[in-house]
DNA sequence: TTTCCATTTTATAAATATTATAATCTAATA
DNA sequence: TATTAGATTATAATATTTATAAAATGGAAA
């Protein structure tokens, strides 16, 4: 079989040529794609490939913990197939997501949690990418 | 004039009874509203009022920085009256988002920001509030 | 105060994003 | 091979947001 099916086995779900299209699309993607991105490239090969089976296909990968869904992108949902503990550095001016592979514990005080329980974290660093520091000298 | 209204005299727009509607809504407001909850509670005092004017109204006063829009919801934008830097506790249960007032510097080294220009953070604490943890004990 | 006009609100349509439904198809297995 | 559970597809429906243009209005200026 295949490695690049095989890699795939131990998901308990059927690995249908679109599931494998998809996936194979967001292995190893840094881009934090949305759907439309997804769609886009995959229906090439798929030209019967509908937005439904997008959305489908996506969700059943989060429910399975093989891809996130990230919700920096104010417009739509994007996808992270980066599933380490990672934080990402967007830049305001062409809203690209950068992976931060770094692995911050935050400490809270007791007080300020008023019963919460921690489980993790998520850190949005906002700024300028260099390649728009670049273009706009003033 | 009422202090209600003396109170954003600062701001170079018109005090229209719809925005100071919005405005006295978000003042104080720990929710972090969507539009719809806010179209919600303020066409009962206008019922002539519209989404389109709700829209209108906050993207206004985002661009004026009376109040900041927020991407932690996957399904819609919300809205934050409070400017002051601090952090999220988001409840993977149900949902609520709680400020946590505090303020962290968190370095990141040199060589992990590729020359991108930090500018500040934000960070997303996940976990489960409260009331939730009290609800579903197994 | 009254007039005037840029701005705002409103109704409405349109665009975009996402979910739901049901028919069809596919693949595993009995 | 027949059965069937699950997946894909076309399509409709819903939700969110933006765009447009006409009507209304706040507030400066006369």
């Known amino acids: 079989m295949e490695n690049r099916i095989k890699k795939y086995k ?5 690995l249908t040529p679109q599931r494998l299209a998809i996936l194979n699309y967001l292995e ?9 991105q997804i769609f886009k490239y995959v229906s090439r090969r798929f030209p019967s490939m509908s937005y439904a089976t997008v959305y489908n296909v996506l969700n059943t990968l989060v429910k399975h913990n093989v891809v996130k869904e990230i919700s920096i992108d104010p417009d739509k949902k994007r ?9 990402h550095l967007v830049c305001i001016k062409c809203r690209k997501i950068i992976d931060l592979d770094m692995d911050f514990s935050i400490g809270v005080p007791e007080d300020k949690l ?6 993790g974290n998520h850190i949005e660093f906002y700024g300028v990418c260099a390649q728009c520091r670049g273009k706009d000298k003033d």
């Open 10 to 14: 131990s998901l308990k779900i059927k």
């Open 114 to 119: 008023a019963g919460f329980t921690m489980m």
């Open 28 to 36: 190893g993607n840094k881009m934090h794609p949305s759907v439309e």
């Open 79 to 87: 996808f992270d197939p980066y599933m380490s503990t990672h934080h």
